[in-house]
């Protein structure tokens, strides 16, 4: 058998396993990281759709965190997502809880305690210390979304799915893969082919581009104008920011700087350091760039170009996040090897940092 069918088979069966559970089950809860993005957005509401659709089963989305970047603020606003707080859950009332888009034993993600998790649903390399084998388990690291996993269930399911939920899950696995163009896998593909036809283009071109407030610009100001270059790396300190996605999002931005191919981007938010690492280079991993940065403190996660993690920083503010960045960037040109580069600013020669 071809390995693309043999593999097609192996996503049948998992579907009919996830059937099979799910048959047996009333409420189902659906849990995320903290501060979900679109992907574990779209991947919640498909699995949600699916619960109801086929299974008639209620369920619900608890939210964990708030909902950071514009973008993703008008996806949940536009696509009706219905999230609940997961502190104005009960959760005894749900027979079966399910993960997407991350794992038990993740830094970013707070379970019920004491409960045990049914269903887990995620695209990333597993973390060592796991816990509990789920009663479901379908972690795909091949694969570009989580989206694009819950729509083969949804296709294997053969329910209807409506736009909403369509465009939900599309935009996941955009997101995710950048368009298709990074981390994408035959499963990938297949789901944006059968989601296509079925989303509201205007609703999505108004998700891309929300209107974004003064203090996101001045943000970004700040960004710009603390990077750091050596060679081929860029480094950005955000300093305090109010939302961890800005990290992200000014990473995303920076690996377009012409003639660089890695960035390291970092910014302290409520007392936590949150760092994200972003890579062109085909033979390296994202993710064993922010291991290598961070050298053991905080949690990490990630794969292919995109890695993130963060570092709860003691209370006394300022001069530990200095402290911890002075830690980091010697990690990171120790391990891309530009030890000995001359720094630069955006606009050329750079002062040396501030302390
Ligand atoms: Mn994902």
């Not at 060679?231 to 920011?241: A, F, K, Q, Y």
Request: net charge negative; with cysteine; charged share 25%.
């Amino acid at each position: 058998m071809p390995a693309n069918e043999m593999r097609m088979q192996l996503v049948k069966s998992k579907s009919t396993e996830l059937f099979r559970l799910l048959e047996s089950r009333k409420r189902v809860l659906v849990l995320s990281h903290t501060n979900p993005d679109p992907d574990s957005l779209g991947s919640a509401l498909g699995l949600c759709h699916l619960a109801r659709q086929r299974f008639g089963i209620e369920c619900d989305c608890a939210l964990d965190g708030r909902i950071m970047r514009a973008e993703n603020r008008e996806m949940v606003r536009r696509l009706e997502i219905p999230l609940v707080p997961i502190d104005q859950l009960h959760i005894p009332g749900y027979d079966c809880l399910a993960v997407v888009d991350t794992q038990p034993g993740f830094g970013h993600t707070h379970l019920p305690e004491g409960r045990e998790i049914d269903i887990v649903i995620d695209h990333h390399v597993s973390p060592e210390r796991g816990g509990a084998t789920p009663a479901f388990a379908d972690i795909r690291t091949d694969v570009g979304a989580t989206s694009s996993i819950v729509t083969r269930y949804l296709i294997d399911a053969g329910v209807d799915v409506p736009t909403r939920v369509a465009t939900a899950l599309y935009y996941g696995v955009k997101t995710d893969t950048a368009d298709l163009s990074r981390n994408v896998s035959p499963l990938d593909a297949a789901a944006y082919e059968f989601l296509t036809p079925r989303i509201d283009r205007s609703c999505l071109a108004g998700i891309a581009s929300p209107a974004l407030s003064p203090a996101y610009f001045s943000s970004l100001r700040q960004a710009l104008n603390n990077v750091r270059i050596y060679d081929n790396v860029v480094l950005c300190s955000l300093g305090r920011i109010d939302s961890p996605e800005m990290v992200a999002e000014v990473a995303d931005l920076l690996l377009r700087l012409e003639g660089k191919d890695t960035v390291f981007c970092g910014g302290e938010v409520d007392g936590t350091y949150f760092i994200s690492v972003r890579t062109a280079l085909s033979k390296i991993d994202a993710y064993d760039l922010i291991r290598d940065a961070l050298a053991g403190e905080g949690s990490f996660g990630g794969h292919g170009s995109v890695a993130g993690g963060s570092v709860k920083m003691p209370d006394d503010g300022t001069r530990c996040v200095r402290r911890l960045e002075r830690r980091l960037e010697k990690n990171i040109l120790r391990a891309m090897g530009v030890e000995d580069v001359t720094v630069c600013g955006l606009a050329g020669p750079t002062p040396s940092r501030a302390d």
